[in-house]
């Protein structure tokens, strides 16, 4: 069994302030994990993966992901909000030995950016 | 290259009314997936098909979704009779054996 836990429905940042997206994971596997955005009106976009090599997992746009298997965790960041990060993201997990299927989706986190 | 492509985007219809959504996969791509997310929720798996074969059905209420997958490549979910409980998005995914998913823009239904 696996599941998600996104730790926060909301984050608030100012344009140019770090983001920090928590995510907590649960599996009985060794997990692939992989954190997707959607804006609105859209379907989702691959921001990064994890899936066994180095821990820390650079993405798309700046975003990077640190994989803490001691933690459960697997929080996303990025150095510096811009206005087009405003958007809804998940953090997914997946059994490692097939780690494009059975995507367990965490409840969303909405990134809000002010000006 | 070409997305995943879905239609229609949007669609209205009163309860107990049928609806189908299409969805066109990336050229390739083997596995085929549609998932249901309701507002304020992540995506939940619906089917899933490897070629023209479900591979997990599991959490697709049968007594009114179906899909099918004829040839290998276009998809079909169907709702009949819809209840006002599936307004919702309906997303359609595909993916190589292994690879990530790409997702398509989503069907976007009410029922009234």
């Known amino acids: 069994a696996q599941s998600v836990t996104q730790l926060d429905s909301h984050v608030s940042v100012s344009e140019g302030t770090p983001v920090l997206l928590r995510c907590n994971y649960s599996?009985?596997?060794?997990?692939?994990l992989f954190w997707y955005v959607q804006h609105p009106n859209k379907g989702l976009q691959l921001l990064l993966k994890?899936?066994?090599?180095?821990?820390l997992v650079k993405g798309i746009n700046g975003f990077e992901a640190e994989f803490k298997k001691s933690e459960t965790s697997f929080h996303l960041t990025k150095p510096s909000a811009h206005m087009s990060d405003a958007a809804e993201y998940f953090c997914?997990?997946?059994?490692?030995?097939?780690?494009?299927?059975?995507?367990?989706f965490g409840g969303g986190t909405r990134l809000m950016v002010k000006p | 290259e070409a997305g995943v492509a879905q239609s229609p985007r949007y669609k209205i219809i009163e309860k107990r009314q049928s609806v189908a959504f299409w969805c066109n996969p990336i050229?390739?791509?083997?596995?085929l997936y549609w998932y249901q997310q309701i507002l304020g929720q992540g995506p939940k798996l619906l089917i899933q098909f490897q070629n023209n074969g479900v591979v997990d059905d599991s959490q697709l209420p049968k007594d009114r979704f179906s899909a099918e997958r004829l040839k290998g490549v276009d998809s079909t979910l169907k709702i009949q009779p819809a209840k006002l409980e599936d307004s919702a998005v309906y997303l359609c995914a595909s993916s190589l054996p292994g690879g990530p998913q790409h997702f398509g823009d989503g069907t976007r239904l009410s029922i009234l």
């Open positions: 994890y899936t066994s090599a180095a821990t």
């Open positions: 599996s009985s596997y060794s997990p692939s």
């Open positions: 050229s390739g791509h083997a596995t």
């Open positions: 997914v997990v997946s059994p490692s030995n097939n780690a494009g299927n059975m995507l367990t």
